[in-house]
């Protein structure tokens, strides 16, 4: 049987479920586990840590007849340096050291995502340098991963694994048992009753902060998911920027849906209260977690948030699904938002468009569908005129400022809306048939 990564479509599922209270505090059990798992890992490394740093520095200060002298505090501290590399030295050590991770209960392979989990989250701060892993919080929305496994089974379908489905209600969870499932995708209903080879993954199961359950199944085969879009010869290229949501190499522009905005007076009346709520409890020494008006609260401000989630979600869908399926290259800037970000005023409009998940959700349905997506390097998109090749800024021409938004080429006198160019030159960037900017120059 293949491996889900060698296969050669992927799609993901997602399904509300509704698990019965029973089921309920075994997910909030393999959730607490879970988070356990990897807070050790993280407290345990940072003891670790500051272990050695104490002897560095000591190593540096004292005079050298003091160093094989340890006082009881630093014996201590190296005993907990051991300690603490013997722990993280095997994925397995952990559920030996806890005997309360060795109930029947709790699912092994949460356990053994959560340490994967904590690996990644080491490798995606030594990529891109930032957001060393912390605690996890206790939180009023949960999560836990657990795998789809494939035993002695020569081929895999979707309901003969450790998660499988039952029939077009019913899903068969590790650990649950069967939980009722919300309408099934005609899509993955046909692949059930039909018989196609499908490999489920990784099973994420949640419960959001306004007590909804859902199931994200990552699903793999070599047959497609889905028929290939037609082909329709069109070709565009999109910039993406602030005025607008954005502008295309057609001219045609998509205004910014400020759907964060327009709630905002609403969130901030819900979240006042809320936190007057958090206060009042406080004061009379109540826990937050019984405190029923807060709690009643809580869940107003989640599902506020949760409206402005799903709002913005439909519209990235929507406009992605167009472009993929009306074009058959779909070209736009790579994100830099490290550096944008570090802008804080721009930092609000950005997470509020969601242009990364957007330039996601294009290249997943690129795929999907048969299309091509790609991203270029942003540079001189903006500054160039698209009709010569001039570049703004360059052999004495005044560089575009961000309030220039309508400028004519000095050079051909083409008369240019400014993010109107920008998509033109991102298109054409895309297709290859930019000149050198330096010999074009000179
Ligand atoms: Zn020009």
């Known amino acids: 049987m293949k491996r889900m990564s060698s296969l050669a479509y992927h799609f993901g599922i997602r399904l509300r479920f509704y698990p019965s209270s029973k089921q309920k ?67 397995k050590n952990i559920r030996d050291a806890y005997s309360f991770l060795r109930i029947k209960e709790i699912d092994s392979l949460a356990l053994a995502n959560a340490i994967q989990n904590y690996h990644k989250a080491w490798n995606n701060y030594r990529k891109i340098g930032y957001g060393i892993p912390t605690f996890h919080k206790k939180r009023s929305d949960w999560a836990y991963q657990t795998n789809c496994q494939y035993i002695k089974q020569d081929e895999a379908y979707l309901n003969n694994g450790t998660a499988k489905f039952i029939d077009a209600k019913h899903v068969k969870l590790p650990k649950l048992g069967v939980v009722r499932i919300a309408g099934l995708r005609k899509l993955i209903k046909e692949r059930l009753f039909k018989h196609i080879p499908t490999r489920i993954g990784t099973v994420t199961l949640k419960k959001t902060a306004e007590d909804q359950f859902y199931l994200s199944m990552q699903s793999g085969s070599d047959l497609a998911f889905v028929k290939e879009l037609p082909k329709t010869q069109n070709q565009i290229g999109i910039d993406l920027n602030l005025d607008n949501f954005l502008t295309n190499s057609n001219g045609a522009m998509v205004a910014n849906p400020h759907f964060y905005r327009q709630a905002e007076k609403k969130l901030a009346h ?54 993929i399926k009306n074009h058959d290259l779909v070209v736009a800037e790579e994100l830099r938002s490290k550096n944008l970000l570090k802008n804080h005023a721009l930092s609000q409009a950005i997470s509020d468009v969601g242009w990364r998940k957007f330039l996601n959700m294009l290249a997943y349905k690129g795929r999907l569908y048969g299309k091509e997506f790609i991203t270029i390097d942003p540079k001189y998109t903006t500054q160039r005129c698209h009709a010569c090749g001039t570049i703004m800024g360059h052999n004495g021409y005044k560089k575009l400022k961000l309030k220039d938004r309508e400028w004519t080429c000095p050079i051909c006198h083409t008369y240019h809306i400014r993010d109107w160019n920008a998509a033109v030159n991102i298109l054409q960037k895309g297709l290859g048939s930019w000149q050198n900017p330096k010999k074009q120059a000179t």
């Open 270 to 323: 819900a979240q006042r209260v809320l936190s007057r709520r958090q206060r009042r409890a406080k004061k009379a020494r109540r826990n937050l977690r019984t405190a029923k008006n807060y709690q009643k609260q809580r869940l107003i401000v989640a599902k506020l948030h949760d409206r402005i989630r799903r709002q913005r979600e439909d519209f990235l869908q929507v406009l992605s699904t167009a472009l």
């Open 25 to 91: 505090k075994l997910i909030k059990l393999n959730y607490d586990a879970q988070r356990f798992v990897y807070n050790s890992y993280v407290g345990r490394n940072r003891s670790s840590y500051h272990a050695k740093c104490y002897f560095l520095v000591k190593q540096s200060k004292a005079m050298p007849f003091a160093f094989s002298i340890l006082n009881r505090y630093e014996t201590k501290l190296a005993e907990t340096v051991v300690a603490n590399n013997e722990l993280l030295a095997k994925p």
